[in-house]
């Protein structure tokens, strides 16, 4: 066997195993994420690259550069999905986290076209409701709508601890 073959070989089943991982998501932030602490962005970015439909491996990318708030390398990955892909629950996510970012960027009106969309497409996404509802809570016109949300988000049992402590606290800031 020649060195290509072999590496061409060995990237398949690189592929395949990330694809394997990337199938087996928890619920809400971890829903599409999965455990590639060995994996370099700089690998995905060449699997990607060359097969730019892996739409999981994508996506975990992509919220992998969110974390780190690096939302000039994350956003094209969430844009290549949202206009990609034809699972709803993938394509809801990623336009709630584009309004997210966008929402960070202070353009408040386009953050909530990207979240409501996002609702459109998957009126249960948690992480949408919870972004609509920080997004309204701080907004006096619409605080009372972001408390509605924001409480009704919490009644989910698909909200883990952290994320369930943390809208407490906001509502507990927000509700005086």
């Known amino acids: 066997m020649n060195k290509w073959l072999i590496s061409l070989f060995s990237l398949l089943i690189f592929m395949g195993i990330l694809f394997i991982n990337l199938q087996e998501n928890s619920e809400f932030n971890d829903e599409?994420?999965?455990?590639?602490?060995?994996?370099?962005?700089?690998?995905?970015?060449?699997?990607?690259?060359?097969?730019?439909?892996?739409h999981p491996m994508r996506m975990a990318l992509a919220n992998r550069y969110f974390d780190e708030v690096n939302y000039s390398e994350a956003l094209p990955h969430f844009m290549y999905i949202a206009e990609n892909s034809a699972e709803n629950e993938l394509k809801s996510f990623a336009l709630a986290q584009i309004g997210w970012m966008v929402f960070e960027s202070n353009n408040v009106e386009v953050a909530t076209t990207y979240i409501n969309e996002s609702l459109r497409i998957n009126s249960d996404s948690l992480v949408a409701r919870s972004y609509l509802g920080i997004i309204y809570i701080q907004n006096p016109e619409t605080k009372n709508e972001g408390l509605e949300i924001l409480s009704s988000v919490i009644q989910s049992n698909k909200l883990n601890k952290e994320d369930r402590d943390f809208i407490n606290e906001i509502l507990?800031?927000?509700e005086n």
Do not use: G, H, R
């Open 172 to 174: 507990e800031n927000y």
């Open 32 to 54: 599409f994420n999965t455990n590639l602490a060995n994996v370099t962005n700089e690998e995905m970015e060449a699997v990607i690259e060359q097969n730019p439909d892996i």
